[in-house]
């Protein structure tokens, strides 16, 4: 079963608007890590924030982790109609299991 | 160098029929995990291998599905006697060393489609 949700659903935006997805989980982790799907492709890694971390930046990227309310957010700015895929939040649970429990995703749209 | 590989890229098989798809990991990487996407949902986890052994197979939603990697290279995911339920993409992913904070890489999934 997916780990948590992802808030909103679907996000539309214009190109050069900034866009925020949020994501919140269930259990405790190690860290926290964001994909991007573009349709019909494999997911791509976009950037892994740990635990005792509390925010990353990378390039036009900005991610928050508050571990206390269980919740993440991806910021993207200045978007680029490239930037239009489905985004995922994935966690990696405290102790030693490796893999990603993904969330349900933001599908993103950036109107030219 | 080249990414993970799957191959096929699509499958189309009868219900009951038996299915095998292949991962090719980035050569070198310790790690290899399989993931079931159904449509418009996220990844959800299948198992996963260091080397060639299986450190983890919770995610395997019944018997049917058989996951193997004998060399600790590529990886061969069989499902028998598929059931339409089964339809889904299948990703298969590799990372080098299986800390917990590695990068996975993920290879563009095999699309099964059971009728």
């Known amino acids: 079963s997916q780990q948590g949700e992802e808030d909103p659903q679907a996000l539309s935006i214009q190109e050069g608007e900034n866009a925020t997805m949020n994501c919140s989980y269930k259990t405790s982790i190690n860290n926290l890590q964001w994909y991007r799907q573009n349709s019909g492709r494999g997911l791509v890694h976009l950037i892994l924030?740990?635990?005792?971390?509390r925010e990353k930046h990378s390039g036009r990227l900005r991610v928050t982790l508050d571990t206390s309310k269980k919740s993440s957010s991806l910021l993207i700015t200045a978007s680029r109609a490239a930037d239009t895929a489905s985004y995922f939040c994935?966690?990696?649970?405290?102790?030693?299991?490796?893999?990603?429990?993904f969330g349900s995703g933001t599908q993103l749209t950036v109107l030219p | 160098g080249a990414g993970v590989s799957q191959s096929p890229r699509y499958k189309v098989a009868k219900r009951g029929q038996d299915v095998a798809l292949r991962c090719d990991p980035i050569s070198g990487h310790v790690s290899l995990f399989w993931y079931q996407q159904a449509l418009g949902q996220g990844p959800e986890f299948l198992t996963y291998f260091q080397n060639e052994a299986q450190l983890d197979k919770s995610g395997l939603p019944s018997d049917r599905f058989f996951a193997e990697r004998p060399e600790g290279s590529v990886s061969t995911l069989k499902i028998q006697r598929t059931q339409q339920e089964d339809s889904a993409v299948y990703l298969c992913?590799?990372?080098?060393?299986?800390?917990?904070?590695?990068?996975?890489?993920f290879g563009p999934g095999t699309r099964l489609t059971v009728l």
């Open positions: 992913a590799s990372s080098r060393v299986g800390a917990s904070t590695d990068t996975q890489y």
């Open positions: 994935a966690t990696v649970p405290s102790g030693s299991a490796r893999q990603l429990t």
């Open positions: 924030i740990r635990s005792n971390e």
